[in-house]
């Protein structure tokens, strides 16, 4: 069974840098073939799609996020690593990983961490 765990602080202040990460068990995150997402879901509002990492490590982001926003990961820990900087309020929302499978059909979600940005 795979399983994704995001994990990070709660509460992050305006002009800092948000750092989540997602703990996968279950499957490689090196498994040719499958990327692996962020999404987040601010308040009141849908989905909004972030960004992935290739299984080779390769990144893509949203264009409206490109500037901020980096993805690494950590192979011997089998974790995927978010990075926004100089967050804003409007970054407040619930984030989520997932693993994308082919034909891009997320097929397994975290189960989402909320963050709010407030000083």
């Known amino acids: 069974q795979v399983q994704l765990q995001e994990s990070g602080p709660g509460l992050v202040k305006p002009s800092q840098t948000l750092s989540l990460t997602c703990t996968v068990s279950g499957a490689s995150i090196t498994t040719i073939n499958y990327y692996w997402d962020w999404i987040r879901q601010p308040p009141g509002k849908g989905l909004e799609w972030l960004g992935y990492?290739?299984?080779?490590?390769?990144?893509y982001f949203s264009p409206s996020l490109k500037r901020h926003a980096s993805i690494f990961r950590d192979t011997s820990k089998n974790q995927f690593t978010l990075q926004l900087s100089s967050v804003t309020p409007e970054d407040t929302a619930v984030y989520f990983c997932a693993r994308r499978a082919p034909k891009d059909e997320f097929d397994y979600w975290g189960q989402g961490t909320q963050v709010t940005v407030s000083s």
């Open positions: 990492i290739t299984n080779s490590g390769d990144t």
